[in-house]
């Protein structure tokens, strides 16, 4: 069992050895890792510090997701030209 309170993208890169994560349930939370275990390692460990400091700032905390999923994809490549 995965034991996470948020939902979490983890997204290859063009570097095999890194793969970065974000959640979309809390603002502002990204991380990088070196395989999909890492990623989700560091996230839980990270989104709980996340949530410290949106405390001790009082900001809003994001209400724990009943439901989370952690989905895997390929790297989100944008389609701009370069010039």
């Not at 970065?20 to 510090?49: K, L, N």
């Not at 405390?55 to 989905?71: A, D, F, H, V």
Request: include cysteine; aromatic fraction near 10%; glycine fraction near 4%.
């Amino acid at each position: 069992m995965i034991n996470l309170k948020y939902s979490l993208i983890i997204e290859a890169t063009e570097d095999p050895t890194f793969f970065t994560f974000y959640s979309p349930d809390i603002e502002g939370f990204t991380g990088v890792g070196h395989s999909i275990e890492d990623c989700i390692y560091q996230a839980r460990w990270g989104m709980e510090e996340h949530l410290d400091l949106l405390k001790e700032r009082k900001l809003p905390i994001p209400e724990e997701n009943k439901n989370p999923e952690i989905i895997v994809k390929n790297e989100n490549k944008s389609n701009i030209a370069v010039k």
